[in-house]
């Protein structure tokens, strides 16, 4: 796709993107917390468990209107940040474990 094809406004990258930086702070906040938190990381990691949820359907969504929309990289920079997620929750887990 040539950058004159694109729509002007790139809403949908937007959110995606907005989505997965929030996401990505909030599950490094909650792994720095993790390491004193006791029984508490039961509830800590249940909650962000249910955060990477919601973003992935965020994402999700996000993802396939900016390709049709025809967004340059909408799709691919909702799916960076859903692996980014993944990525970063299983390094937490491993170190953890």
Avoid at 16 to 40: H, K, N, P, Q
Avoid at 49 to 73: D, K, P, Q, Y
């Amino acid at each position: 796709m040539k950058p004159s094809e694109q729509e002007r406004n790139s809403a949908w990258t937007n959110i995606s993107l907005a989505t997965t930086v929030a996401v990505e702070i909030f599950v490094l906040m909650a792994a720095d917390s993790l390491s004193g938190a006791g029984f508490g990381a039961i509830g800590i990691g249940l909650s962000t468990g249910v955060l990477i949820i919601v973003g992935i359907i965020v994402n999700t969504i996000a993802g396939c209107r900016a390709h049709e929309r025809g967004e340059s990289w909408g799709g691919r920079i909702a799916a960076l940040g859903i692996f980014l997620w993944i990525a970063t929750a299983a390094t937490v887990y491993h170190r953890f474990h």
